[in-house]
């Protein structure tokens, strides 16, 4: 399928939106996209998302699961670094069989949800039911459990997270204001 067949099977895209000639939709007409966004190649989404304004999604990151009865969200000014992992769907590997040929076998599902000026380091793995506040990173090779107790601008790390330092918001936004992207 070429670029334009797959442009015309998106629910919507947003202008200056840039998708990887190697990037697979799995379900084209559940994507949402805003204006200013970059889908690199060799991405793969297969739920429902929603993707806003100036986001960037680097090469090889995944966004799966949910069954159809879950989605992602990326707020703007936002990013997903190369390699990391969305899941809206695992195997739960504390109470169940850690195989999908069993059909009683429950997983753990939940939307993941990510606020404005957020980002996820390289190969980072989120798992689901997580909301992601405004202005939270996170460093590269982390994973974030269910379910995570997070506070807004603030830098998390680890295997699994935890928490590093404050954020500085001003800082952060400055650029925004000086473009006249964001008002006062």
């Not at 670094?81 to 969305?86: A, D, N, Q, R, W």
């Not at 404005?116 to 909301?131: D, L």
């Not at 992601?132 to 680890?158: C, D, H, K, Q, R």
């Not at 330092?165 to 008002?183: A, C, Q, S, T």
């Amino acid at each position: 399928m070429d670029k334009e067949e797959i442009l015309s099977k998106i629910k919507s895209y947003g202008k200056e939106f840039e998708l990887g000639e190697y990037t697979l939709l799995k379900k084209p007409h559940l994507l949402t996209v805003g204006d200013h966004c970059r889908i690199a190649d060799y991405c793969r989404i297969s739920c429902e998302a929603n993707i806003g304004d100036y986001v960037e999604i680097a090469p090889y990151a995944s966004i799966a699961g949910g069954g159809g009865k879950h989605s992602f969200t990326m707020k703007g000014f936002s990013s997903l670094s190369s390699g990391v992992k969305i899941w809206l769907s695992s195997n739960d590997y504390v109470n169940e069989l850690v195989t999908h040929a069993v059909p009683t076998v429950r997983e753990i599902m939940g939307d993941v949800v990510m606020e404005k000026y957020t980002g996820i380091g390289a190969n980072s793995v989120v798992m689901p039911n997580n909301h992601i506040p405004e202005g939270v990173t996170i460093g590269a090779l982390s994973f974030v459990p269910e379910n995570y107790p997070f506070e807004e601008w603030t830098v998390y790390a680890g295997t699994p997270i935890k928490p590093i330092k404050k954020r500085n918001k001003e800082k952060v936004l400055k650029p925004l204001y000086d473009l006249g992207i964001l008002k006062k």
